[in-house]
């Protein structure tokens, strides 16, 4: 894989020699992030969140496998151990406050990942693959994160279970046994409780292997980048080490310090007070809203009031809560999709004024509307306004990005990334290159896109 | 072009149920429709400010008063522990608020606690030790809400971490009973219930627990403080902020040194980035 | 491309070339001391909780037992045994105070003054661990008529100081007092 001019392993020692002959980890290294995997030399800091979600992980699983050592999936006893965490076990409130905001960071940092490549199309063809492995990333953290809510056992907690669990019963004839079987009893009980800590603990490491795909499949056709040019020469890349291994060091000591200011200044301010409290079948809280970066989704599920039934007959074809499951699956699954949704050949929202009109314009709004109506109160305005912020979601994914990329009429591109860089001081064709390149337009955007050599 | 056609009538067919089978029958009840039932919810709940010139442990620098948390524990001891329940605290955890070993085996031992007798296997009760936790006031739930006019008083342990800004809560729930607000009690739409009290800081502002710092000096504090109503909630307001986050002030200088190791090593970081890709700086003319 | 590689090696450039090291160094190394200062939370996590280490009392009432008789009680999650010693087994101990013993230890330095026939041990072998036998009805006591530890063959004597076998020491004497004539606290 990778590019001809891709920098070869070398071993230098005979030790070195010996384990490149046996077992080539060493080689397997320096080919995926080291000085022999050349990348675009053009990336901006969006691109640091590839690196930074792999990073999470690391923080979750290390940070879990520990906090594992003291709890005990066990209603009566569950609420009681994460106290003994954060009361008894030396240091258990740093790493439990370190999990608990770990996993809000993760989602921040893999919603910029999944933003990015909207933005700059990243799911085009030849990265479909990377696409779809990480649809299938997103969708199993998602999982993971809400088993992982309920393990403290706090009202949250246990009504989250219920009310999720819940949206399984909204299919048509199996719905209410699949509830029953996914919780292993009527209601949220050690049954469940103790499924979603056997699955809280396994499925990070299931995300670990898909990650491994996805890295994989990146390495076949190499990173893209902000130009949306391909790779074409070897000038257009440099080699990830020490290049981008300095620059995601410095971009990972950026999120430590917003992660660790939240961690020891404002550990709860992410989470909600319900959930401090002891889970109780007898009364639920009075604002029950799922952890703030299922939001979007949530106010998705809620947009849809009203069955679909036949006008003035009453006849109901599907009920509204079915309705709002499908919807919010649906608003995920349909990134399985996007590939062949959007066919223009123009990969970066840069070079496409109409894409870009609608992505921040559009999508952007719509994404924040969504998550301020799925953390507010179900009462108007925010059902008007979840309603239509819905309604855009799909028509953008579905119907607008395919006309888009019909009709659109594409900026010139530059004929390289080292173009795109340094100018076309080398090249003829210089005046199709002025005014579509480098610094002059990367000021302009909302992006705030950053070309490393300028 | 399939996917895309399918894509597009999907994209339709979703946004025309939403348009005209909820949000079109939503937007004519609420012009057209019946008046929607106001919940009584937080509406009419005032968010309560907390004491004057706020606590000591507020703030990324803020540390423990510990006179102030020994004197909280007095109010606990002597108002609160007659309902409420303190149960993740230990008597050993009292040395962390500047008692001695000596001080707490006797604070611990002035408590009765369930115990075992030796001789017969039989339930009783003992003095506290060190390594006890506080005792439950009631034997279970039902007993609990039996003596109490049927509302359970919750466990304090971590009540100012299961409210909104819960110092400041229980300072203003502990200090906001008044006569009922009749502006109020017709938003909430009915009158304060015989057997619940008002209170603008509870949520539905009817309140179960009677007010249970009733007159200044109710304690008599060991420190010769002046027992002011204020001043015991503020007391008791940072003590059970203490139970519910020990490791606040540890946390918080603990962040100190971990945030300036960061920036060091963040900039550090940052120069070595910059001085790598020096090297591929465009050459200028 | 060669003119393209060339800006590659340009870090390599004469000038400075000491501070540019001097700098990866830096940074490399702060990252180390990071990272390694992660690991202390990691590691100091699996040591015994505030709980665990918080030294917590038992109380045992040991007027009931017989002469020549045991109980064994709970201190501190492990077996602690309670035993009323005969007149006989007094005097066989305290013959034995001037034995040649891996561990030497009297009788009386065992027992607390004015209640020598009350030997108050550790039921865990000093060896590896396992509770020895001796203080149930018709246990094997060992050769020294005391405890015997059936894992390795450990071999206690009256006064539960370690007379053959593997194990190191004498079976452990926790502290305690006596609160009354009847009742001994432990810990």
């Known amino acids: ?454 | 072009m399939s996917i895309r056609l399918g894509g597009i009538i999907a994209g339709l067919a979703i946004t025309a149920v939403l348009l005209f089978w909820s949000l079109a029958p939503g937007v004519y009840n609420y012009a057209f429709g019946p008046a929607p039932e106001k919940q009584p919810s937080y509406a009419f709940y005032e968010h309560g400010e907390g004491p004057e010139g706020g606590f000591s442990f507020d703030g990324a620098f803020g540390k423990w008063d510990y006179a102030q948390l020994q004197r909280g524990y007095q109010v606990y001891k002597e108002v609160c522990s007659a309902c409420h329940s303190l149960k993740f605290v230990a008597f050993r955890n009292l040395q962390e608020l500047g008692y001695t070993e000596a001080e707490v085996d006797a604070e611990a031992a002035s408590w009765t606690v369930p115990g075992i007798d030796p001789a017969t296997g039989e339930t009783t009760t003992r003095p506290g030790e060190p390594t006890d936790y506080f005792p439950m006031p009631f034997p279970n739930a039902i007993a609990a809400a039996a003596a109490n006019n049927n509302a359970i008083p919750p466990d304090l342990s971590l009540m100012t971490k299961a409210r909104h800004d819960g110092s400041n809560y229980v300072y203003s729930l502990l200090t906001g009973y008044t006569e009922p607000d009749p502006e109020k009690a017709a938003k909430v739409g009915f009158e304060t219930p015989v057997g619940l009290y008002f209170n603008k800081h509870f949520p539905n502002v009817n309140i179960a627990m009677a007010p249970p710092l009733a007159v200044d000096g109710q304690v008599t504090y060991a420190d010769g403080t002046n027992a002011t109503i204020p001043q015991m909630a503020t007391d008791v307001a940072a003590f059970l902020t203490w139970t519910a986050e020990p490791s606040l002030v540890q946390r918080k200088q603990t962040g100190w040194f971990v945030i300036g190791f960061l920036l060091f090593a963040t900039v550090l970081a940052f120069l070595s980035y910059k001085q790598i890709w020096a090297g591929l700086k465009p050459k200028k003319g | 491309m060669a003119t393209d590689t060339a800006a590659t090696s340009e870090i390599a450039a004469p000038d400075g070339v000491r501070r540019r090291d001097w700098i990866h160094i830096a940074a490399l190394s702060t990252a180390g001391v990071g990272g390694a200062s992660v690991l202390f939370p990691l590691v100091s996590q699996m040591a015994p909780s505030a709980d665990v280490k918080a030294a917590s009392t038992t109380e045992v009432d040991v007027g009931a037992i017989q002469p020549g008789q045991s109980i064994k009680w709970t201190f501190r999650k492990q077996p602690l045994f309670v035993k009323r010693l005969t007149a006989e087994e007094i005097t066989r101990a305290k013959a034995d105070d001037g034995a040649a013993m891996r561990d030497p230890a009297t009788l009386a330095s065992r027992t607390k003054e004015g209640h020598e026939d009350i030997l108050v041990t550790m039921g865990v072998c000093t060896h590896l661990g396992c509770v020895p036998l001796g203080a149930a009805e018709g246990e094997n006591k060992g050769e020294f008529g005391g405890y015997f530890c059936p894992c390795h063959g450990s071999h206690y004597d009256v006064a539960g100081r370690v007379r053959k076998g593997p194990a190191p020491l004498n079976l452990m004497v926790p502290e305690y007092s006596f609160t009354s004539d009847t009742v001994i606290r432990v810990g």
């Not at chain 1, 907690?157 to 999720?164: D, K, L, P, T």
């Not at chain 1, 990830?240 to 999120?255: A, E």
């Not at chain 1, 309603?387 to 855009?392: G, L, M, P, R, S």
């Open chain 1, 1 to 454: 894989m990778s590019f001809a001019w891709a920098k070869q392993y070398e071993p230098q020692t005979a030790l070195t020699k010996w384990l490149d002959d046996k077992l080539p980890l060493p080689r397997l290294v320096y080919s995926a992030v080291g000085a022999g995997y050349p990348v675009p030399r053009n990336l901006n800091y969006m691109w640091n969140f590839g690196v930074l979600a792999g990073f999470c992980l690391m923080i979750q699983i290390v940070t879990g496998v520990v906090l594992a050592m003291h709890y005990a999936a066990n209603a009566t006893v569950a609420f009681g151990t994460v106290e003994h965490i954060m009361r008894n076990v030396n240091y258990g409130w740093m790493l439990r406050y370190a999990h608990a905001n770990g996993a809000s960071f993760f989602f921040i940092v893999i919603y910029m990942h999944i933003f990015r490549g909207l933005f700059y199309s990243s799911y085009k063809a030849p990265r479909e693959m990377i696409w779809l492995l990480g649809v299938v990333i997103f969708l199993l953290m998602m999982a993971t994160a809400f088993m992982g809510y309920v393990l403290p056992w706090g009202q949250m907690s246990f009504w989250g279970a219920q009310v999720i669990t819940g949206l399984f019963s909204a299919i048509p004839l199996v719905g209410e046994p699949l509830q029953v079987w996914l919780l292993g009893g009527f209601a949220p009980d050690n049954a469940a409780l103790n499924r979603f800590f056997s699955l809280h603990f396994l499925m990070p490491f299931v995300i670990a292997g898909v990650v491994i795909l996805h890295i994989w499949a990146l390495h076949i056709p190499g990173s893209s980048n902000p130009t949306g040019v391909e790779v074409k020469q070897e000038s257009d890349t440099v080699p990830f080490h020490p290049y981008y291994t300095t620059k995601d060091g410095f971009g990972l000591g950026v999120f430590l310090i917003l992660f660790t200011t939240m961690v020891f200044f404002l550990p709860n301010a992410l989470g909600h007070p319900d959930n401090y409290i002891e889970a109780n079948p007898l009364s639920t809280p009075a604002h029950i809203v799922p952890e703030w970066y299922f939001w979007p989704f949530y106010a998705i599920l809620r947009a849809f009031t009203g069955d679909l039934s036949i006008p003035f007959t009453g006849i109901v074809l599907i009920p509204a809560k079915l309705l709002g499951v499908i919807a919010m699956f649906g608003s995920i699954l349909l990134w399985f999709i996007l590939p062949w949704l959007d066919k223009s050949p123009v990969r970066s929202g840069h070079y496409r004024p109409l894409f870009r009109k609608f992505f921040w314009f559009g999508l952007i709004p719509t994404m924040i509307a969504l998550f301020i109506c799925g953390g507010a109160p179900a009462e108007e305005p925010y059902v008007v306004i979840s309603q239509i912020a819905t309604a855009y979601y799909f028509l953008h994914f579905l119907v607008i990005l395919p006309i888009i990329s019909q009709i659109e009429v594409p900026k010139a591109l530059p004929f390289s990334i080292t173009e795109a860089v340094l100018g076309n001081s080398k090249a003829a064709e210089a005046p199709r290159a002025t005014g579509v390149v480098g610094g002059g337009d990367a000021g302009s955007l909302p992006d705030g896109s950053l070309q490393p050599a300028e």
